[in-house]
Protein backbone atom coordinates (compact mmCIF):
# COMPACT_ATOMS: atom_id res chain seq x y z
CA UNK A 1 0.00 0.00 0.00
CA UNK A 2 1.13 3.69 -1.19
CA UNK A 3 0.78 6.69 0.80
CA UNK A 4 0.47 9.98 -1.32
CA UNK A 5 1.05 13.46 -0.40
CA UNK A 6 0.84 16.05 -2.69
CA UNK A 7 2.76 19.95 -2.53
CA UNK A 8 3.49 22.85 -4.09
CA UNK A 9 -0.23 23.81 -4.65
CA UNK A 10 -0.93 27.53 -4.27
CA UNK A 11 -1.74 30.78 -5.33
CA UNK A 12 -0.19 31.72 -8.76
CA UNK A 13 -0.77 34.24 -11.12
CA UNK A 14 -1.72 33.77 -14.99
CA UNK A 15 0.62 32.72 -17.54
CA UNK A 16 3.11 31.54 -14.84
CA UNK A 17 3.88 27.70 -14.26
CA UNK A 18 3.73 25.63 -11.59
CA UNK A 19 5.36 22.40 -10.65
CA UNK A 20 3.59 20.13 -7.77
CA UNK A 21 4.96 17.15 -6.16
CA UNK A 22 3.75 13.14 -5.30
CA UNK A 23 5.81 11.97 -2.77
CA UNK A 24 5.27 8.68 -1.83
CA UNK A 25 5.74 6.17 1.12
CA UNK A 26 5.75 2.58 0.47
CA UNK A 27 6.99 -0.36 -0.93
CA UNK A 28 7.85 -0.71 -5.01
CA UNK A 29 7.15 2.87 -5.66
CA UNK A 30 8.59 2.07 -9.11
CA UNK A 31 5.83 -0.79 -9.81
CA UNK A 32 3.36 2.02 -9.76
CA UNK A 33 2.06 3.91 -12.53
CA UNK A 34 1.33 7.81 -11.64
CA UNK A 35 -1.97 9.07 -12.79
CA UNK A 36 -2.77 12.78 -11.97
CA UNK A 37 -6.38 14.49 -11.47
CA UNK A 38 -7.90 17.75 -10.31
CA UNK A 39 -11.34 19.24 -9.45
CA UNK A 40 -12.12 22.66 -9.77
CA UNK A 41 -15.14 24.15 -7.61
CA UNK A 42 -18.52 22.86 -8.39
CA UNK A 43 -17.56 20.14 -10.84
CA UNK A 44 -16.44 16.97 -11.13
CA UNK A 45 -13.22 15.34 -10.69
CA UNK A 46 -11.21 15.13 -13.91
CA UNK A 47 -8.60 13.19 -15.10
CA UNK A 48 -5.17 15.12 -16.24
CA UNK A 49 -2.87 12.23 -17.22
CA UNK A 50 -4.19 8.50 -16.90
CA UNK A 51 -5.12 4.84 -18.39
CA UNK A 52 -7.74 4.66 -20.07
CA UNK A 53 -9.93 1.64 -18.82
CA UNK A 54 -10.67 0.37 -22.15
CA UNK A 55 -7.33 -0.08 -23.62
CA UNK A 56 -5.23 0.91 -21.00
CA UNK A 57 -3.30 3.40 -23.06
CA UNK A 58 -1.67 6.43 -21.28
CA UNK A 59 -4.18 9.27 -22.14
CA UNK A 60 -3.79 13.38 -21.96
CA UNK A 61 -6.34 15.49 -20.83
CA UNK A 62 -7.31 18.12 -23.81
CA UNK A 63 -7.52 20.84 -20.88
CA UNK A 64 -4.01 20.55 -20.42
CA UNK A 65 -2.39 19.10 -23.11
CA UNK A 66 0.89 20.82 -24.63
CA UNK A 67 0.74 22.26 -21.24
CA UNK A 68 2.14 19.97 -18.84
CA UNK A 69 4.90 17.81 -18.24
CA UNK A 70 4.84 14.95 -16.42
CA UNK A 71 7.57 13.93 -14.77
CA UNK A 72 9.13 11.08 -11.59
CA UNK A 73 12.14 10.13 -9.63
CA UNK A 74 12.05 6.98 -8.40
CA UNK A 75 15.22 7.15 -6.41
CA UNK A 76 13.58 10.08 -4.49
CA UNK A 77 9.21 7.84 -4.73
CA UNK A 78 8.47 11.16 -6.13
CA UNK A 79 6.54 12.24 -9.07
CA UNK A 80 6.10 15.91 -10.49
CA UNK A 81 3.27 17.53 -12.59
CA UNK A 82 4.33 20.96 -14.33
CA UNK A 83 1.36 23.62 -15.50
CA UNK A 84 2.48 25.68 -18.31
CA UNK A 85 0.50 28.88 -18.86
CA UNK A 86 -1.75 29.03 -16.34
CA UNK A 87 -5.03 30.32 -16.24
CA UNK A 88 -8.28 30.78 -13.74
CA UNK A 89 -9.59 27.61 -15.89
CA UNK A 90 -7.06 25.81 -13.96
CA UNK A 91 -7.53 26.63 -10.65
CA UNK A 92 -8.28 23.75 -8.86
CA UNK A 93 -7.40 20.54 -6.22
CA UNK A 94 -4.87 18.67 -8.07
CA UNK A 95 -4.14 14.48 -6.85
CA UNK A 96 -1.86 12.27 -7.74
CA UNK A 97 -3.26 8.59 -7.76
CA UNK A 98 -1.04 5.25 -7.96
CA UNK A 99 -1.96 2.00 -9.32
CA UNK A 100 0.07 -0.80 -9.79
CA UNK A 101 1.20 -1.72 -13.57
CA UNK A 102 1.12 -5.15 -13.51
CA UNK A 103 -2.84 -5.21 -12.54
CA UNK A 104 -4.45 -2.71 -14.48
CA UNK A 105 -8.06 -3.12 -14.01
CA UNK A 106 -9.49 -2.66 -17.73
CA UNK A 107 -13.35 -2.34 -18.35
CA UNK A 108 -13.36 -0.52 -14.60
CA UNK A 109 -14.69 2.97 -15.21
CA UNK A 110 -12.92 5.37 -12.46
CA UNK A 111 -12.68 9.13 -12.82
CA UNK A 112 -13.59 10.74 -16.58
CA UNK A 113 -11.02 12.52 -18.84
CA UNK A 114 -11.33 14.26 -21.89
CA UNK A 115 -8.69 13.07 -24.51
CA UNK A 116 -8.57 13.72 -28.25
CA UNK A 117 -12.40 15.39 -28.18
CA UNK A 118 -13.96 12.22 -26.65
CA UNK A 119 -14.66 11.82 -22.86
CA UNK A 120 -13.45 7.90 -21.58
CA UNK A 121 -13.11 6.52 -18.25
CA UNK A 122 -9.56 6.39 -16.42
CA UNK A 123 -9.07 3.06 -14.79
CA UNK A 124 -9.87 3.01 -10.90
CA UNK A 125 -6.30 3.80 -9.27
CA UNK A 126 -5.91 2.08 -6.15
CA UNK A 127 -4.36 5.02 -3.64
CA UNK A 128 -4.83 8.88 -3.87
CA UNK A 129 -3.29 11.59 -2.18
CA UNK A 130 -5.20 14.49 -0.24
CA UNK A 131 -5.02 16.77 -2.78
CA UNK A 132 -3.14 20.22 -3.31
CA UNK A 133 -4.95 23.45 -3.82
CA UNK A 134 -4.01 25.61 -7.06
CA UNK A 135 -5.47 29.34 -7.65
CA UNK A 136 -4.71 31.13 -10.72
CA UNK A 137 -5.78 34.91 -10.36
CA UNK A 138 -4.44 38.25 -10.11
Known amino acids: QLTLVESGGGLVQPGRSLKLSCAAS????????IGWFRQAPGKEREGLLCYGSDDGRTYNSDSVTGRFTVTRDNSKNEAYLEIDGLTPEDTADYYC???????????????????????????????WGQGTRVTVSV
Open 97 to 127: AAIEMWSIPLGDPGVKIRAHGTIRSCVPYSF
Open 26 to 33: GPRFSSYA
